[in-house]
Structure formats: C-alpha cells, structure tokens
C-alpha cells in the first residue's frame, strides 16, 4: 500500500483519535514507554547495525554521534515522555464561550490539527519525540526519518505503534515512511495531510516549502545575533557568545554574528577575539573590526585573522565554528541591522541598561528575543514544553520552539434553536453579546 | 514609488505601530470614526460615480447593492469601530511566564503579526473594518480593493490614513494599493509581508496561492451541509435550511447539500422541496431524491424537476439558489460523507437527539460545527469579534471568521543572568520549571 493510500485513511482515522479520551492518550504514553523499556536490547541491537554502516560509509563523527542510541538517549526520551504525562490535555479545552442571543451559544474548543507530516533527520530520539507529541495532542503523524538510522527507526516504530494500538488508538494513528521516494509522495498528499513539519537543512526546508500545497511548520534559517551593549559585563558577554558560538555550532539556535557598541569596542574587542581563537573560531568581520584588532595592543587580537565581509555576507548562517563581526552605533543601529538580516529566529542582547534592553526586546522581530544569555536557550526542552516537533521561523500558527500546544487548532460550535440569519438580517432579533 | 519599496518602508516602521500603546491605537480608531462622519459626503459623492459607472457598466444589480456606501453602510462601519474600542487591547499580552531555573525566566507575549497584505472585493465597508482591525491590533495594512469602487475606497482611504496620521501611528502603517498589477507586485513582497489575506472567488485565492511566498490566510472554498437527522422538528428543519440557501447565496457560509436521514426522508423530502420550489431553488440530487419525489403523493413535490447529481458533484458551491439533496443512512454516513466533499468551513446538524449531535459535533472536521441553527451565522461579527478580515477554512493559526485574535502572534522573551547551555548540558546546573 502507498503512503497516498495509507494517508487517506489516517484521514478518516483522525476524528476517532480526535475523540479518544486523554485517559486513553496517556495509557498509550505509558505503554509506549514500557515497551521501550522492555524492548530496549533490539533497539540497541539495531542501532549497533547503523552504527556499523555509518563507520564503513565513513560518516563525520559528529553525525555519528547523532545516530547513537544508547541507555543515555533511552533516559533522554523516557524523562520526556514522562514529562508529557504530566501535562494537561492539549485539546478540549474552551478558549470561549459566549451566548450570542437567547437560546444561541458560540463555544471554541481546541482540537488536534488531524494528520501531521513529520520528516526528520537522522536521530533515533526524534522519533521517539515526535510519535509521543502527537499521540498526547491526538493526532495521527506520519514519520519518515534520516535513512542513516533505518534499522534502528524501525525497531523503535515498531514498538511504539504497536503499545499505541493495543492502548486503544485507531489504526491509522500512526505510520512511518521509509522511502525516500515516499517523500514526494507525501507532498502530494494535500487533501488528506494537514501540516507538514520538515526538520534539516535550509535547502532541504526550502525544498518541501517549493513542492508541495500542504502548509509547512518549519525554519528555514537561522541567523542569531548576540548584540554587547555599552553596557554590557563583559566577562558574561564573552562567556554567553562562547557558549552561543561553541556548545553546538551546528544548531540553528547557534550565534552567526556578534554586533558590539562601537563605544566600548577598542577593550571589548581584542578580549572576545581572544577567546574565539583559544576556542577555535574562525572571524568574519567588517573592514573596521579588522582595523581596531590590527592596531590593539594585545598581540593575539592582533595577529587574529578576520576574513572581511560584504554587507550581504551578514545574511550568513555559518553553522560551523565561525562567527561574523560588525560594530555599530547603539541599540537601535543593532535592532535594525537584525531586523534586517536576521531570520527572526532568536537574538540576544547583553547589557545592564533596563532601557536598551526594553527597547531591544520590543522592537526585535524574532521568535525569541532574549536578555543577558545564550540564544542556545531556544528549545522546546529548555522552555520546559516536554520535547518540540520542531522550531518555527514563521509568524503563523506557532514560533519559536513547537510543543504540544503548536500541535492543536479549534473549532466552533455553535448550538441554536432554530434560529436563522435572516431574523437578525430583518430586524426581528438582534444580537446580545455575553461570555459566559 | 512602488509598492515593492513602500513596502520595505512599511516593514522598518512595523516595530513602531507594535510598540505603541493601546491608548494611542484607540486615539486614531476615534480620529478615524470622526473623520468618516465629517467626511461622509464626500464619501458618498465618490460612491455614487462610483455606482453610476457600474450602472453604466450593467454590472449585476446584486453585486451594485455591495458597491453602495450609503448612511445605512455609514452606521454599520462606525458601530464596528466602536465595538472595537470597547475590546481589550489584543497585543502585549502574556500567556505564559515560566521561571526556567534560578535567574532565567521565560514570557510569552502576543505581538502584531506585522505587515498583513489585504486584497478585497469591491465592497467600502470592508476596507474600513479591515484598516479599524489592523489599526487595533497594530498591524500595518496594505489594503487593495476592488476597482468597482475605486473612487469611494480613495476618499475612505484618504480619510482613515489621514486621520491615523494624526493620531501619532507611524508613516508606514496603512498603504492602499489602486492598480491591479499592483497585485502580482505585492505577491512578490515575501521579505517584508508577512501574511496576505485574499477574499474574493475560489479560482482568485486560488491563483494567490500558487503565486506567492507569503503564508496565505482565507478559505478557497464553502461546500457547507445541513444535515436533517431522524429526530430533528421538520418545521425548523425548512426554515433554517431556506434560511441557509436563500437569506444570501452567494455568501460562503450558505449551505450547498443537504443531507436527509433516509427514515424521515418519505414524510420530510416533499415538504422541504415544495418550501424550496416556491423559494426558487434549483434542485440536484441522487437517483434515489429523484425516485422518491416522482412517487409521492404530494403534487407539488412530484412535479419538481431533480437535476441528476453524480457523487462528484457533491463538492459543488453553487453561490446560487441551487441545492444538492443527498439520503444517508444516520449521521454517521453523513459526518463521513461531510468530511469527505465538504470545504471544513460550517456545517450544521437539525436534531433533538443529543446523541447525534454530540457525535456530529465532535466527528465533523470544519471550522463551524453547528446544531439546530443556519450555517449563515459563520461570520465575525455574528460572532461578537467587532468585524472580520475573512474566514479561514484552513487549520493552522485562525480558522473561521478571523477577527483580532487571528491578526496577532507572539514571541518569547528569556531573561538571565549570563546563563549559558553549557552548564546545562554539563550537568553543573539543571532546570527546575515553575510557572509565575
């Protein structure tokens, strides 16, 4: 059977997950987590096997650590399937509730979003995320991961779908794709898929958004700035923008540009270039930059190598140990220079001035605008969300990182008497609002 | 200058419009409301070129009747705008405050979506609900309008800009665009539109769907349903199922099929076709509708003509007085078959049985689910929400009438200290999540 197929009858599927309890749900949560438990040597074996290939394939080390499977990951993903059981249901709720007239009463009630998309890299424990997000927010998810993890991915859906189906859920509540080729079929599934969330690469992203009529939840970019105020500590701003530049350079909540107020820039800068180069980084910076740490005095500011940049250069997301370099004029030279080039994703400002950083995090246009730390904050773990399907770039719907709560719509239910439009229309009723 | 430029302009003064004060907001809204009074005969005179050309033009005396701005059209829009001052400021609010851990805390607050693009049909009640919207909830709006009321939406527009102006809202927050290739011009603005807002006929928002990069809110299509349940008061049945069809055709929210529990249908489908042949209602139905009127006793309902229908032509929207009639077996057939053909936008169940209705109710997959009332009630303002921008028939972020809720977003703030991942990751600080 094809994933056109399959994915239409997930389609008449979604109502029943829709109205299956959270009773149901959370059994099925903790089902999912004792087979884990219970099934974990066949997922450790199969993870062996991937890991194997990826040795021979000659795969980068840090990709391979990605691929690991292990009794640390295990716990990663039990605690947060553990923390999802704690969380209230995501939907049924009643946002508003309000009698429109006599006998007519208009109520909003959150419900899943019904089927879901997800296609992500190669990590075991992403899967393990995303299959527990949506089984708490009923909704039914099609899941096709990174082909580096097959084996193991399949092991692991194995389980899962199967303690979710004897928990009760309908059958089409979840089902994983394996194909690459399936992939473009999934595109075309725009009658039956309701969102799609891409994970990787910019290109990959940009991609599925350019192939397909089904609305996509994802990011494209992310360029994060960190921007040293005049008065900014700078022992924390030089360990906030190594710990934005170095923890996990290939993150897209990673800094790729630092912006620092031109006032405090002769001291500031040949420090923070200092510790770049002990950490590693390669700089990009401005004539300017370049200039001030020629002429300094410290002579490993001095002999630091900085590869000038062209303004358009600034939209540059790095994703690997270099870092952008620009001085400017204030907050307000910052706020525009990110605004600019940013992607609105998560931007930081360093300072102690109430008023700098008042304006900053109005007047930035980003999904997370933060004050004195590391843009390495923007997760859905560290947001305390349980886990994320992802993080969004967009405006709509959801931003910044997606929980539980980026996974569920509404509906409208509007309950009358008979009552007509044309009534109100003629004058022999009218509306009397009241929230009830 | 184009409006590619104007709205690169507008994007730079976006941050301004979010970051002023509701007081401020509501001090333009006012400005406008007296502007429109002292300026109405002017308003009027544009309008009635306005209606001469489209007289001279033998444009549809339906579509004339929405061109006119007229006292009548006068009182509703300023009863709009006062609706409006009298709700609560949509943006700056916090709908979630998290302690992360000592000295990091993390607030979610709804801020404006930004820059929203608002193509519209020839209707000038709409451009000043949708300017008093977006003034409201601070977005910058650029607004094009139908060219059937070119004359009346300049005046308006003047009018509104002017006084907004006034009232100390930046430059850049309102911009009318006049010409139609203006259109494909705005399409292309993806870097600094940040949502476009059609409204019009399915092939148009069709056609901006497929040709622009900017997320698109709107609903193609409204194949709404009334299904008459076994248990439902036949009386009320016909009058809210003519109600639905006839109060206003061509509204997207009237009702396209109606389905008949096939139990009732030999007692109930004769009165309602004889109630729908003196409305003027053209009939499609299956074979079985046809064989069943042709054999009933009543003369009337004998009489009518049944144009065949195929299951294809289920996903018909008429616009028109045209209805199709369709026999189900209970509501579980006609929840299936309404997930299936319908639009997801309103559909309405007529029933006493509280069972069925909680099953339609929690089953229908629309952004309306109704009981025992007309579809035509799916509307903004109907709803209590001041006015509308549109109705949304997809699912992420707004769905049904979108009033100020669905224009705004939001972003995370995190405050620290100079917290860094790295000691997270570590292990030489942990997270300890407390709501504030």
Known sequence: MNIREEAQKMKQDAPLLAASSIEKRNAALRAIREALLSGKEQVFEANREDLAAAA????APSIQKRLKFDEGKLADVISGIDQLLTLPDPIGRTTLARRLDEGLSLFRVSVPIGVIGVIFEARPDALVQISALCVKSGNCAILKGGKETANTNRVLFTLIRDAALRAGLPQGCLLQAELHNEIDELLSCDRDVDLLIPRGSNAFVQYIMNHTKIPVMGHADGVCHIYVDRAADPEMAISVILDA????????NAVETVLIDRSIAPDFLPKLVC????AGVKLHGTKEVSGLLAGCTD???RGASVALMEEADFHTEYLEPELSLKLVDGVREAVSHINYYGSHHTDSILTSDDEAAD??????????VYRNCSTRFADGFRYGFGAEVGISTGKLHAR???GLEGLVTYKYRLIGEGHVVGDYAAGRRSFHFEDL
């Open 56 to 59: 021979e394939n000659q795969i």
């Open 245 to 252: 530049k170095t923890q996990y350079p290939a993150a897209c």
């Open 275 to 278: 510790s770049l180069r002990e």
């Open 299 to 301: 002579e490993i500011a």
């Open 359 to 368: 304006y900053f995090l109005q007047m930035v246009d980003s999904a997370g």
């Open 400 to 402: 910044g990182p997606v």
